[in-house]
Each structure stands twice: as C-alpha cells, then as structure tokens.
C-alpha cells in the first residue's frame, strides 16, 4: 500500500510562483512514475506532468516553460514547481504514482491541494 500527502498549495497573484510537494510512504517500487493531474471546477482531471524513476519527463502543453516537475528518489518526494502563474491554472492538484513497472503497476492518488490564481 502507498500514501502519497500533498502540500504547498495556496492563493497567488497572477505571475506568481508556488512549490507543490508530495511525499509517498510505503511500499514503493524502485520502477515507478510520479507526476501530478489537476482538475478545474466543472473540468475534467487532465495530466499535467510526470517524470519516471529515471528521470524522463512529459509535460501537458499549456504549462511548458512555466513548470518544472523534479524528484528526490531517496526521499521519496515529487515537487512541482510552478512558475508565471495564470488564472486558468487554478484548480485542484493531485500527486499520483503509477507503483511498478509498465506490465504491472498499480495506482495511487493524494487528496489533492488547492490552487488559486487570481487576477
């Protein structure tokens, strides 16, 4: 079983910069992917970015150049840094891990910490 707790949520201006961090505890495979997925009021969830184990990286278009995605394996953490913030990204933010490798992962969820970009 895996935990994963979120953190650093909050309010910023427009332009603005936040640090998210999740921190997963228990049974956590050496193969793995962490990333996190945001959802909007009234939106779907949507990916946002994810790194694996080894350090590759995707990133949904509409935040590259303003967020950068980064791990401490030895910590177990996944940070999200988030930088020139705009309105649009307000929303939800969920850390997820996909525990294992591709043929056989499982799938976990943080409960979430809130965004919010204003004007």
């Given at each position: ?51 694996t184990s080894g350090g590759s990286t995707n990133y949904v278009d509409s935040v590259k150049g303003r ?31 996909k525990n294992g490798p591709m043929s056989d992962w499982y799938e976990y969820w943080g409960q979430g ?7």
């Amino acid at each position: 079983q895996v935990q994963l707790v979120e953190s650093g949520g909050g309010l910023v201006q427009a332009g603005g910069s936040l640090r998210l961090s999740c921190v997963a505890s228990g049974s956590i495979f050496a193969i793995n992917t962490m990333g996190w997925y945001r959802q909007a009021p009234g939106k779907q969830r949507e990916l946002v970015t994810t790194m694996t184990s080894g350090g590759s990286t995707n990133y949904v278009d509409s935040v590259k150049g303003r967020f950068s995605i980064s791990r401490d394996n030895a910590k177990n953490t996944v940070y999200l840094q988030m930088n020139s913030l705009k309105p649009e990204d307000t929303a939800v933010y969920y850390c997820n891990i996909k525990n294992g490798p591709m043929s056989d992962w499982y799938e976990y969820w943080g409960q979430g910490t809130q965004v919010t970009v204003s004007s």
